[in-house]
């Protein structure tokens, strides 16, 4: 499996440190720009899926059909067995392909928090590797629940569900770990009016939790051992 794709819902939440590790490995990454042009590739044509964040909702289908056509290849990919990764939206848009219902959290999530892992983390062959507490952005007013069959991964005491895997290898995160220093100037702009605020040293300690996170979930995407190591301190666009 060399090939990865990406979809892309708006132009500020790109992959940011996913498509840095998947390049560093040599892989194959294709984005598909939602915002540009709402296209997909064929079921076929998809190694590896990652689906990224947006400002729209799961429920809001009639106003956005590609999300429908998002959900159907998802859960194809899913069916096949092959890697799925999910953040934010990707992570409800994971859950609602796979039957779960979406719909409005009780208060809209923003700025540098900790999510707290599950024991069933601790066996996870990812997030046995990662910090706990482990450090994250959160961007998001929705919630879901877990699909039939789901592990849960992570929680706060404002969502229940953060994390969560189906199978062997689909994983969705309702936090952002991807973001390195550009993806993070790329979102000032979209959070001031929320007076969102980030030190650097915040930032650098979410991007080290994404550093591990994502290569481990390359490492099992791959075929690699994934064991777990300590924490450190339309189509190409």
């Known amino acids: 499996m060399q090939r990865w794709t990406i ?8 992959p940011g440190s996913i498509a840095t590790e998947a390049r560093a490995r040599g892989l194959t990454v294709e984005s598909y720009r939602m915002d540009l042009q709402p296209r997909l590739p064929a079921s076929d044509d998809v190694e590896g899926l990652i689906v990224m964040g947006g400002p729209m ?7 956005y059909p590609f999300l429908q056509d998002e959900m159907k290849l998802i859960a194809e990919i899913v069916r096949r067995g092959q890697p799925v990764l999910g953040v934010c939206l990707g992570a409800q848009l994971l859950a609602g392909a796979l039957g779960a219902r979406v719909y409005p959290g009780p208060a809209q999530e923003i700025g540098f928090s900790t999510v707290e892992l599950t024991a069933n983390a601790r066996q996870d062959p990812i997030f046995g590797a990662l910090a706990d507490p482990l450090p994250v952005f959160h961007w998001h007013g929705d919630t879901f629940d877990l699909p039939d069959g789901a592990v ?3 929680k706060n005491a404002n969502y229940g569900r953060q994390a969560f ?16 220093l550009k993806l993070w100037k790329d979102w000032r702009p979209y959070l001031a009016e929320n007076a969102v605020t980030l030190t650097e040293q915040q930032r650098a300690q979410i991007e080290g939790a994404g550093k591990c ?5 390359f490492d099992l995407a791959h075929g690699g051992t994934s064991q777990p190591a300590p924490l450190a301190s339309g189509r190409k666009s």
């Open 7 to 14: 979809v892309q819902h708006v132009p500020w939440e790109g």
């Open 57 to 63: 909702g799961v429920y809001e289908a009639e106003r």
């Open 152 to 154: 849960l991964l992570a």
């Open 165 to 180: 895997r189906v199978g062997k290898n689909a994983y969705g995160l309702q936090f952002h770990v991807e973001l390195d």
């Open 213 to 217: 996170l994502f290569s481990q979930f």
